[in-house]
């Protein structure tokens, strides 16, 4: 019997019994969504519509933006819409979609992080070559590349996931289809080509977690180098909140993935799926804006 036949709805994790506290879920999650919503648009719209920021980097951080609105919003309608109607079901069709974007979204915004250090490295240690290495052409290029990562990502670990036979019903312990607790209910000796994608893409996000690092260590001895306490300021400004995005990102997905099942609980599952798919399109706004004079200041003729 196929997969498609024997499963044609999957029951996610309920944050709550209780109906008040289904609703002050929903509300909390209401509260997060349309903060990253407002916080990601204004940056957006900053970005669009002040020429002074039709630069590299924002050209970057614009992308990151939308990949963020897409990201939280993968999610957490879905879970908030299930709080609010007191059910727990998502279509398979749904359950597929959702690992596909979610894995999209990801994968993207790894390899467009990625991307951003090299910006900033290049901006910061071969200043003579940014211009020419960094025209226009080459960041759409490097953009269209990311969220062209992102889509193969994506594709590669829905199809390989969702041709697994299930055995173990259609109970997901999360809030989302998540893929490490739907191949809980694969059957047992078959799960173990995705578990091997899963591992090849953990060390190739791993390899890009290196080529930041060293960007940084290379951007790190430049900044020591300046002379200047302002010109070390606005390195730091504008570098440090890229590095504080990339740890907090890396550190929870691939504990997500690559931990054992030993240490798996539901409350820890919960926790660090918030804590990857919810917390960085919200605060993202808010980090890149707050040591950020330049944006602050479009952001501000723009809210005027």
Not at 235 to 254: D, G, Q, R, Y
Request: positive net charge; proline residues 4%.
């Amino acid at each position: 019997m196929s997969n498609m036949s024997s499963v044609t709805q999957f029951l996610l994790l309920a944050f709550a019994d209780t109906r008040e506290l289904q609703l002050l879920h929903f509300w909390l999650f209401l509260g997060i969504y349309l903060a990253a919503l407002l916080g990601n648009g204004l940056i957006i719209t900053a970005i669009v519509c002040d020429h002074h920021l039709h630069t590299p980097m924002y050209f970057f951080l614009l992308n990151l933006s939308l990949l963020d609105l897409g990201s939280i919003s993968t999610t957490v309608p879905k879970s908030m819409a299930n709080s609010l109607w007191n059910t727990r079901a998502i279509s398979y069709a749904g359950c597929a979609a959702q690992v596909f974007l979610v894995f999209f979204f990801l994968g993207a915004e790894w390899a467009l992080l990625t991307v951003m250090a090299y910006d900033c490295y290049m901006a910061i240690c071969k200043p003579l070559h940014y211009g020419t290495l960094l025209g226009s052409r080459a960041c759409v290029h490097m953009a269209a590349a990311a969220w062209g990562t992102g889509f193969l990502n994506g594709l590669l670990h829905t199809a390989n996931t969702f041709s697994l036979p299930l055995c173990q019903g259609n109970a997901v312990d999360q809030f989302f289809c998540e893929i490490p607790q739907i191949l809980k209910l694969s059957c047992s000796d078959v799960y173990v080509r995705e578990a091997g994608l899963l591992l090849l893409s953990s060390l190739l996000a791993f390899g890009c977690f290196v080529f930041i690092v060293v960007s940084y260590v290379q951007i790190l001895r430049a900044v020591l180098r300046i002379p200047s306490q302002q010109g070390r300021h606005k390195v730091f400004s504008t570098c440090l909140p890229h590095l504080a995005v990339v740890s907090l990102f890396l550190s929870t997905a691939m504990f997500t993935y690559l931990k054992p099942p030993s240490i798996s609980s539901p409350t820890l599952d919960l926790v660090v799926a918030v804590l990857y798919s919810v917390v960085p399109p919200a605060v993202n706004p808010l980090i890149y804006s707050m040591r950020n004079q330049q944006l602050k200041d479009a952001l501000w003729k723009l809210i005027r």
